[in-house]
């Protein structure tokens, strides 16, 4: 079993900034990247930004020089810290790993998902 488990959303006016984490848990042998997925009201699930095990990022155009994602291997954690946030920032937000678990399958997780509102 594998648990991603995310923490951070909440309320904040436009122009702040909040910081969500994500930390995998359970039968893990290793983790391979690790990204955030957002999902506006009535849209479709879309990439924010993920990160491979060895620090390579990629970030959607609209939240570039907004966002930053890191991660720390030790803690089996992703971050996402979001800065000048707009209120189109506003959705529930996933993270998901691509997990090797110790039975040498490799799977891709998902967390619960944290909700984020930005008001204007």
């Known amino acids: 079993q594998v648990q991603l488990v995310e923490s951070g959303g909440g309320l904040v006016q436009a122009g702040g900034s909040l910081r969500l984490s994500c930390t995998a848990s359970?039968?893990?042998?290793?983790?391979?990247?690790m990204g955030w997925y957002r999902q506006a009201p009535g849209k479709q699930r879309e990439l924010v930004a993920s990160?491979?095990?060895?620090?390579?990022?990629n970030y959607a155009d609209s939240v570039k020089a907004r966002f930053t994602i890191s991660r720390d291997n030790a803690k089996n954690t992703v971050y996402l810290q979001m800065n000048s946030l707009k209120p189109e920032d506003t959705g529930d937000y996933y993270c998901?790993?691509?997990?090797?678990?110790?039975?040498?399958?490799?799977?891709?997780?998902w967390g619960q998902g944290t909700q984020v509102t930005v008001s204007s």
């Open positions: 998901n790993a691509d997990i090797k678990t110790v039975s040498r399958s490799t799977s891709i997780f």
């Open positions: 359970g039968s893990i042998f290793s983790i391979n990247a």
């Open positions: 990160i491979t095990s060895g620090g390579t990022t």
